[in-house]
């Protein structure tokens, strides 16, 4: 029999490398594999020790800048085919997913296990059902190791052992949704928080910490009632006032984030952060809106009802504007085309070695070749799309050339709303790609059509339809 789970951890090794450029969280943690003298058949048969010594080896050999000098490894599943799945916990207190192939001199994969849980259906703690001392030790708020923490908490809340004491449950949670957090693994984060926040729902941590997640991901009014119920709780506590002011900024609504700054610095004048951003809301409140900025904000020049279309939103900009806001955005495009054409190469690179390098089932070949066929098709339209933008933007540059708008007020707005479109549109796309089972192709073609549906991808795109007013 081949192992179809085996067969999508060797997909995610060519695929996870350009989904760690749009989650931007690890830090070189894509998945990586390389060929091994032994088999899973040879590992499980040394003691313990050796196995922990030659995995944590792999897991050097595998991805650039991993530390893994001592480990200790524990076989997780065992596949009907031969192939074994190991958790490797190192010193260093990052924790892997190791797969060993059913024979020698083939490949073996290894990822990280929070990229793992993130971006497949591998769990590294699946089998953790056992309380150690080290787990009670370790399943705190996260200030060291992230991994040490999820491990421990998992062990705790999969062993059933304080399936009836709430308390307990509580106390594993919280921790290791801050771990995930710190992850930039929002949503999963906010499993654990939902869970937490429904055994105790007036518990501070919980709706405190979950606001603060739900900010990050941009659900701003949930976010809000969050806080509303901690301030109950702790009316004068400065850290929720300040972020419940933070997201009255972001939404854009002056006077309250005003209010909620202002209390904050009754109650600790040397707050910095309230300082400067009540100092930003006081000049945003105060400055009158000039033309070009009710246009990138949806409004028409003059006054009027705001616009209905993210896509008139360019049109109804003024020429100057409209240029210097597609200049920014034709820029950021070749940026993005740029560095995604050699990651597409690359990921086809070790796609094609997978095919002479380990043993696939003729489906799984099979599939393994339409997905480089596809990552072909990915990178001829990404190097046109590049072309296409690079054309562009050397339209943009030359008419704000001849019009002296580098560095003018609507140069800087226009600036400020491309970056505010920009972190839009990865936002969505970071959001979906986080949701996905596996990060197969259909996955990831459903989280860019979401991207690029949102109305800030409209509006930048948009560009595109009305260049040739400025050529």
């Known amino acids: 029999m081949h192992c179809p789970v085996c067969f999508r951890v060797l997909l995610v090794a060519a695929h996870m490398l350009l989904l760690s450029v749009v989650a931007g969280a ?3 943690a894509s998945a990586q594999f390389m060929i091994v003298d032994s088999s899973q058949s040879d590992l499980v048969k040394k003691p313990a020790n050796e196995q922990a010594e030659i995995l944590a080896g792999i897991v050097r050999g595998a991805g650039r800048n991993w530390s893994c000098t001592h480990a200790t490894a524990s076989l997780e599943r065992t596949y009907d085919e031969g192939s074994g799945g190991w958790l490797v916990v190192c010193d260093e207190g990052r924790d892997y997913w190791v797969l060993m192939p059913a024979k020698p001199k083939k490949a073996s994969t290894a990822l990280p296990c929070a990229l793992a849980k993130a971006t497949s259906d591998l769990d590294c703690y699946a089998t953790l059902h056992t309380v ?4 009670i030790e370790q399943c705190k708020p996260p200030e060291a190791s992230p991994d040490r923490v999820i491990r421990s908490c998992t062990a705790i809340l999969q062993s059933g052992k304080y399936d009836d004491n709430p308390a307990v449950l509580f106390s594993a949670l919280i921790p290791r949704a801050l771990a995930y957090a ?16 429904a055994l105790r729902p007036d518990d501070f941590n919980g709706l405190y910490n979950r606001a603060v997640t739900l900010e990050r991901t941009g659900k701003y009014d949930q976010a809000l009632q969050d806080l509303d119920r901690s301030i109950r709780v ?89 240029a210097a806001y597609c200049m920014e955005a034709s820029f950021g495009y070749v940026q993005q085309y740029t560095k995604l054409v050699p990651l597409l190469r690359e990921a086809k690179i ?50 704000a050339t ?10 800087m707005i226009a600036s400020q709303g491309v970056r505010k479109d920009q972190e839009a549109v990865q936002d969505i796309y970071r959001s979906c790609l986080r949701a996905c089972v596996t990060p197969d192709n259909s996955c990831k073609k459903a989280c860019s059509e979401r991207a690029d549906g949102s109305d800030a991808s409209k509006r930048m795109l948009r560009c595109r339809e009305v260049v040739g007013n400025f050529k």
């Open 402 to 411: 001849r019009r002296n708008l580098i560095g003018t007020n609507a140069s």
């Open 350 to 399: 070790k796609a094609q070695g997978m095919l002479n390098q380990t043993t696939l089932s003729p489906a799984d070949r099979t599939a393994l070749l339409a997905h480089i066929k596809s990552l072909d098709d990915d990178t001829g339209a990404s190097e046109a799309n590049r072309s296409h933008w690079d054309t562009d933007f050397k339209v943009y540059l030359a008419y």
């Open 234 to 322: 702790k009316p004068n506590d400065i850290n929720v006032l300040y972020e419940r002011g933070y997201i009255f900024m972001k939404k854009g609504d002056h006077d309250r984030a005003i209010a909620d700054f202002d209390e904050v610095l009754r109650l600790n004048p040397g707050f910095e952060k309230a300082v400067r951003d009540r100092a930003a809301e006081l000049k945003a409140r105060d400055t009158p809106k000039s033309p070009q900025a009710d246009a990138l904000n949806g409004h028409p020049p003059g006054g009027g009802a705001p616009v209905p279309s993210a896509l008139a939103d360019v049109n109804t900009m003024e020429p100057d504007t409209q």
């Open 132 to 135: 150690l001392p080290e787990h």
């Open 182 to 197: 710190q992850y930039r693994l929002f949503d999963i984060a906010l499993l654990d928080f939902d869970r937490a926040v």
């Open 26 to 28: 690890f830090n070189s």
